[in-house]
Every structure is written in C-alpha cells, then in structure tokens.
C-alpha cells in the first residue's frame, strides 16, 4: 500500500486553490475523460442547466487523452455564442484556461472548480467540511472504528452491485470507478429503474445471489428501498452507503460520498496486498489516446499532495494580479 497515497487521500480536502469567482450565468458543463465523474456530480448544483448553453458561460472539463472531444464541444460551443471556460488536466496553453491535478483524484479539483466559477461557494465549504470530518474519521489513524477499512473488508473478495436514486445516479458510476482504479475490483452499477434488474436477475441461477453484496448509496427513494426488501432475499448482504451527517446539499453530500469511496477503494487494494494508485496500463492507454505533446502543452502533476493552480486568464483569477504571481506558473511543463 503507497503511504503517499494515503497522504494524498489525508490531504485532499482543502487542497483546492484555483479560481473562486463566479462567471456570468446561465450554466452547463460537459465533462469527457477524467473530467467526465465531476460533470455528473455537479449536474446537481443549481442553475447548472444541461450539458449546453446558447449564453453565459459553457465548462468543458477534460483530459489530454479526451482532447479531441473536449475541442469539439468548446468550438461548437463558442458557435452558439457561449462563453467557454476550460478547466482540464493538461494540453495546448491557448486550449487550458485552468489547469488541475490529474489522476484518481482528479474529480475533486474539477468539481470544486465548477462549484466556485457557478456562484455556490457555500456548497463548495460545506463539501470542504464534509471531507474534513471523513478524512478525520476514515484516516489510517483512526483506529478500529474506521468506517471506510470496515467497509473495505465487506467488499473483499466480492463484486458489489451498486445502487443509487435518480437523483444520485453519478454515484454507482463513480463508485464502480473508484473500486476499478483504485481498489482493483470490479463493481456492477444498476442504472435506470432497479425494480425490473433486482426482481429478475437471480431467478434463473440463484446461486448467483450467493456471496453477492449490494451498496445502497445516498438517499433511499421508496423504489430504491423496496429493491432493498427484494435484494435482501435474493443475495447475502445489502448495506445502505447514506450521505455524510450533516450533508444540506446535494453537491456536498455527494461529493462527500465520493471521496468516502476513495478511502474505500484504497483500504480494499490494502486488502489485495496492492498500491491504489494507478497501473501503468493506465498511463500507457491514456498517453496513446493524447498524443504527441509540444512544447506548447501543459500538464498538471498527477495524484499531487498539495495541488497548485495554474491561472491562465486574469478575468479568473481570485485577486487582482494573480496573473503575475510567479507561484500559480510552476506548474508548467
């Protein structure tokens, strides 16, 4: 297990630091590669309106490996006549206009960046709060009451069905991700309506149902708690994953519970006797998918402890000349 994982894991809530002031709404945000999970996440927040806008301000949040999409959406974008706003991971300095972390983690910095720049900077401190408390309660200090570790041995040697309610359903996603990249494991999200999959999937073996485990995450609606009452006669475990005590809002709540996924996923690759972080596969794939880079790209440092920004325009930057602060340009390449 990488002790520099957990103390990236130990260090993430508060680490964002890039841009806080709002942009002219209306909103949308259209995420590819790893900016895909934190474009579903935020879909919650108000005034966030779809995935594309003809006025205000269109976020496009990507990757190098997504570059080809991500300028796609931001020309056709920009035709409509929105404002576009960047925020990604790496590539061509005129194609970045804020410049994040990549790697597992990516989807904090990327959600928190769209949190601020669509005016909830309450949503986004409360997420902050949410992610306080869990590292707290879910850290490798924590002892035996450890929520995140206890979780983490249920889910051993099992592949988990993940469900969520309409209003949540990013999260199985973002679940099957995290348990995928960094827990080593697979995870079955049920999408859509669960009654239909729940009521017939073990009819033919039941046996299937044997050492199965399903995750409620987040709020139970009354179809996911009576998929709850069918599950539980037709499979081993079913365990109710809810949002952080003291979670008002949507945004926070599920941010919160993305990040309590993480400590999942890292104490189950503990579990398997493996690191969290990425496989080189990974990194190889996502490289081919990129392309060449010139010397003209930027890239952000992945799976980085302390994450700086890089503020590329002055009209996003927090304060007043940030632009010239030589601090916020180390992380180019």
């Known amino acids: 297990m990488s002790t520099d994982f957990l103390a990236l894991l130990s260090r993430l809530p508060g680490s964002y630091s890039g841009p806080q002031r709002p942009e002219p709404a209306p909103y949308a945000v259209v995420g590819v590669g790893e900016g895909t999970l934190a474009a579903q996440l935020a879909s919650v927040l108000p005034g966030v309106t779809g995935n594309f806008t003809r006025t205000g301000t269109q976020f496009v949040l990507s990757s190098p490996d997504s570059q080809d999409a991500a300028r796609t959406y931001a020309e056709l ?51 902050e709060r949410l992610l306080a408390d ?124 993305w990040y309590f996924g993480a400590w999942v996923a890292a104490y189950l690759a503990e579990r398997y006797g493996l690191t969290a972080g990425d496989v080189p596969v990974l990194a190889r794939a996502q490289a081919v998918l990129a392309g060449e880079e010139g010397e003209d790209h930027l890239r952000a440092e992945r799976d980085e402890v302390s994450p700086r920004r890089t503020a590329l325009e002055e009209d996003w930057d927090a304060e007043e000349g940030d632009a010239n602060d030589p601090d916020l340009r180390d992380d180019e390449d």
């Not at 970045?96 to 983690?105: E, F, I, K």
């Not at 485990?213 to 139970?220: F, N, Y």
């Open 134 to 257: 869990l590292a707290t309660r879910c850290g490798p200090d924590a002892g035996e009451d450890n929520p995140a570790r206890t979780l983490a041995w249920s889910l051993w040697g099992r592949a988990p069905l993940l469900l969520a309610a309409p209003d949540a359903d990013a999260l199985p996603q973002a679940w099957q991700q995290l348990l995928a990249r960094m827990g080593k494991t697979l995870g079955v999200p049920v999408l859509g309506d669960p009654l239909p999959v729940v009521t017939g999937a073990f009819e033919a073996q039941h046996e299937h149902g044997d050492g199965r485990l399903a995750l409620l995450l987040g709020d139970l609606d009354p179809a996911l708690a009576l998929a709850r009452e069918v599950l539980e006669s037709r499979i081993d475990e079913v365990i109710h994953v809810p949002f952080p005590e003291g979670s008002g809002s949507a945004y926070a709540g599920q941010l919160a519970l």
């Open 77 to 127: 974008a920009e035709v409509a006549g929105a404002a576009v706003r960047r925020v990604t991971t790496g590539g061509a300095a005129h194609e970045v206009d804020v410049l994040v972390p990549g790697g597992a983690l990516a989807t904090y910095h990327f959600a928190q960046a769209l949190a601020y720049a669509t005016g909830h900077a309450e949503d986004a401190q409360e997420a």
